[in-house]
């Protein structure tokens, strides 16, 4: 069973910078598209970043220029750099694979989701 870590989240001063990390834990032949989400309670979960086939294909305006999102496809894993923090994006960030997974065929994985909290 594939699962998707995610690690990175915490507490940080508006202004600052946290980075996020995912992994998936186990074999993933080909990953179509890896991207982040966050979630208010309460409210739907956002898209913020998505990239396929190492293109950036969406990107918030929420965040745009102060977020970035990368990927490392040897690990099978997929980064959020977040700059210039700010109290709006309290919230819990989710990591998502569209990715075949070798004996299961292609699937929809959801990390379980990690807490970014920014102090005013």
């Known amino acids: 069973q594939v699962q998707l870590v995610e690690s990175g989240g915490g507490l940080v001063q508006a202004g600052g910078s946290l980075r996020l990390s995912c992994a998936a834990s186990g074999r993933i032949t080909l990953a179509y598209e890896m991207g982040w989400y966050r979630q208010v309670p309460g409210k739907q979960r956002d898209l913020l970043a998505v990239i396929k086939s190492g293109v950036i294909t969406n990107i918030a305006d929420s965040v745009k220029g102060r977020f970035t999102i990368s990927t490392n496809n040897v690990r099978n894993a997929v980064n959020l750099e977040m700059n210039s923090l700010q109290s709006e994006d309290t919230a819990v960030y989710y990591c998502?694979?569209?990715?075949?997974?070798?004996?299961?065929?292609?699937?929809?994985?959801w990390g379980q989701g990690i807490q970014v909290t920014v102090s005013s």
């Open positions: 998502h694979f569209d990715a075949y997974i070798p004996g299961v065929g292609r699937r929809d994985i």
